[in-house]
Nanobody, 121 residues
Framework: QVQLVESGGGSVQAGGSLRLSCVHS????????MGWFRQAPGQERDWVAT???????TVADSVKGRFTISKDNDDVTLYLQMNDLKPEDTATYYC???????????????WGQGTEVTVSS
């Protein structure tokens, strides 16, 4: 059974940076992508970023130029580097894996438990 465990959330001021991590354990499928979604209070869960098995990353327009997705050489740990954070980035961030391009909820086969990010102005 796939397990995804996130860490790295916290509270920062606008303009600050955080790096989220997600450790993957259990069976892997080299065809699957990994990525990040986020959900603000009272909002839907939205796609943030995806990385494929060739390490090609894509990010949502709302975070382009500020967020970068990457993973370690062993494909065990997924990262989301978040720079120039804004109050509208405040949300619970979820790690996910599943069918590429992994941009919509039906693509997901496993979720992490989420890590909270709060950005104050």
């Amino acid at each position: 059974q796939v397990q995804l465990v996130e860490s790295g959330g916290g509270s920062v001021q606008a303009g600050g940076s955080l790096r989220l991590s997600c450790v993957h354990s259990g069976p892997t499928d080299s065809r699957y992508c990994m990525g990040w979604f986020r959900q603000a209070p009272g909002q839907e869960r939205d796609w943030v970023a995806t990385i494929d098995h060739r390490r090609r990353g894509t990010v949502a327009d709302s975070v382009k130029g500020r967020f970068t997705i990457s993973k370690d050489n062993d494909d065990v740990t997924l990262y989301l580097q978040m720079n120039d954070l804004k109050p509208e980035d405040t949300a619970t961030y979820y790690c996910a894996t599943g069918v590429c391009p992994l941009t919509v909820i039906p693509d997901i086969v496993a979720w992490g438990q989420g890590t909270e990010v709060t950005v104050s102005s």
